[in-house]
């Protein structure tokens, strides 16, 4: 059994999930070609990390996370698994790295969004999604990649998103309206969701009226959340780098083709 663990824990919809063991399959054996033991199966519950009694520990000494064994097992706590010193390959979001994860690990990697509508090669955008009834179509997005900001819309509307860390769900478009001379008091409201699909589903049924979803999110509710059919694109933040992939600091280095 290797002692590594791996997760792509970002799309990983369950009715993607064969999609993404196969994404891991990949990755698997290049990692398996470069003469590293990489884990047969993906990681997606606490209790598929391996114990570290006494927590996670940072090179001080420091507790900066909580031993797996100690959590509901049937969850998967992200923060524990970005720190797991047995981390070899997962994912994470700018959001997170940008607030200190990124002392803990390091980048292996960047993936490719071109095959997203919204997406550029190693940057993506989040679109704003609002009820149909209540949008207008969305303008074409600018081909040097800044914003499209519908101000007039957002003006007094809730906003769903799924969590304060989250750089395609808050983060961007907090940043845009910065850069357009506004900011997120231009909304009515901040109503924190858990996820991308739950945001979604937030302003499908009328308890938020916009939410900003990635573009590969998005393209996931157009196959497999029935609440993606009420919505319409209204606008897109402007293209930043995409998530990265990433390794604890103490795991073997290696060349990746992504």
């Known amino acids: 059994m290797s002692r590594f663990i791996a997760a792509l824990p970002m799309y990983d919809w369950p009715e993607a999930r064969a999609e993404t063991d196969a994404e891991w399959v990949r990755v698997r054996e290049a990692l398996r070609g ?7 199966n993906l ?3 606490n209790a598929d990390m391996p114990p570290v009694p006494g927590g ?3 090179v001080k000494g420091n507790v900066i996370a909580p031993d797996p064994a100690s959590l509901p097992p049937d969850e998967f706590d992200l923060p524990t698994l970005w720190r797991h010193p047995g981390l070899l390959f997962a994912q994470t979001c700018w959001g997170p790295m940008e607030l200190g ?3 803990h690990v390091r980048v ?3 993936p490719d969004y071109s095959g997203f509508e919204g997406g550029q090669g190693k940057l993506y955008s989040s679109v704003l999604l609002m009820r149909k009834q209540n949008a207008r179509p969305v303008a074409e997005m600018p081909a040097n990649g800044h914003a499209a900001l519908p101000l007039a819309l957002l003006r007094a509307k809730r906003l769903a998103y799924n969590s304060r860390d989250s750089m395609s769900g808050i983060i961007m478009l907090a940043r845009d309206l910065e850069a357009a001379g506004e900011d997120l008091k231009l909304l009515s409201d901040l109503i924190e969701t858990g ?3 739950q945001s979604l589903i937030a302003v499908a049924e009328g308890r ?3 939410c900003a979803v990635d573009c590969r999110s998005w393209a996931l509710a157009q196959r497999f959340e029935p609440a993606a059919c009420d919505l319409r694109p209204v606008g897109r933040t402007a293209l930043r780098k995409g998530l990265p992939f ?3 600091r103490g795991a073997p280095d290696y060349p990746l083709p992504l």
């Open 195 to 197: 996820g991308h699909r």
């Open 34 to 40: 470069a003469g590293i033991d990489a884990p047969e």
């Open 56 to 58: 996670i520990r940072d």
């Open 108 to 110: 292996v990697g960047q």
């Open 208 to 210: 938020a009226d916009i």
């Open 246 to 248: 990433i390794a604890a």
């Open 43 to 45: 990681a997606r519950r």
């Open 101 to 103: 994860l990124a002392s």
